[in-house]
């Protein structure tokens, strides 16, 4: 059974439950640990939606779609390539993106995400589908232009680290396949990012069980998967919406 799973404030206090259609059913205890369902509803109407997990860490993969390889003429990786999202650059649904003071080129990537549901080190592949608790959506926002600005260092930690720079959310969604799904990633209204997640070079239990060989992933923790064609820049005053059918919609203003 698929559901949908939220993080809220309500009255000034933090809760958590499962949306279903315009309310939420509140639950009590811990969300990845047996939780229990109160019983109470709340109107999405009447609470601000945060992001649904606090991870200790966000993982972001590159090149791990191969329309996007193609494209850039990149060879398959023997191993999954990925970075670390730092903490100050999560940011809730609906929150502004702010524009940083460096100057150039911020572009959106629209993702899937994969959310971590129990302490996962050395997992196995066949093992790696129970340490997922479910997905969300993502944009791995990026100051392009400072990415390879020195010769001598790639500043991908810098280029995608700054404040405000991760979004997700607004929902993890469990009991989903996610080689069903499609990404797509809307800017003003114009569709400029539509391709499946069946395109992924590494799966979801592949990239769990890969990165867990290298370091603990935690109650929480999201791995984003990566991007594919379509990525291109915003604008201070733009709306970027990244919609995975089955998961939901993340939207957030650039200013």
């Known amino acids: 059974m698929t559901q949908r799973w939220v993080r809220f404030i309500h009255d000034g206090e933090t809760r958590f439950g499962t949306l279903e259609n315009e309310s939420i059913q509140i639950w009590e205890g811990d969300m990845f640990d047996a939780p229990t ?6 109107g999405l109407d009447q609470v601000r939606l945060l ?4 991870p200790s860490k966000i993982i972001a993969l590159w090149n ?3 329309a996007l390889g193609a494209k850039l003429n990149l060879a398959r990786p023997p191993e999954p390539l990925y970075l670390i999202k730092s903490p100050n650059s999560y940011l809730n649904p609906n929150d502004v993106i702010r524009k940083p003071s460096a ?3 911020v572009v959106f990537e629209g993702e899937l995400g994969i959310v971590i549901g129990r302490t996962a080190k050395h997992v196995s592949e066949a093992d790696a589908p129970q340490y997922i608790f479910g997905y969300t959506c993502a944009n791995d926002v990026t100051l392009a232009d400072i990415l390879n600005r020195d010769p001598s260092f790639a500043q991908w930690v810098r280029a995608k680290g700054f404040d405000t720079f991760c979004p997700f959310g607004p929902v993890v969604a469990s009991g989903i396949d996610p080689a069903a799904l499609t990404v797509r990633t809307i800017l003003n209204g114009d569709v400029r990012q539509d391709y499946p997640i069946s395109d992924m070079l590494f799966s979801a239990a592949q990239l769990v069980s890969k990165i867990s060989q290298d370091m603990t992933l935690n109650c929480g923790d999201i791995i984003l998967c990566g991007t594919s064609v379509g990525v291109g820049s915003m604008k201070p005053g733009s709306t970027v919406e990244v919609e995975i059918e089955g998961i939901g919609k993340l939207s957030n203003r650039f200013e």
Not at 37 to 42: L, P
Not at 51 to 54: E, F, G, V
């Open 51 to 54: 992001m649904p997990t606090q």
């Open 64 to 66: 791990n779609f191969g």
């Open 103 to 105: 100057e150039g080129k």
């Open 37 to 42: 369902a109160s019983g109470s509803t709340v």
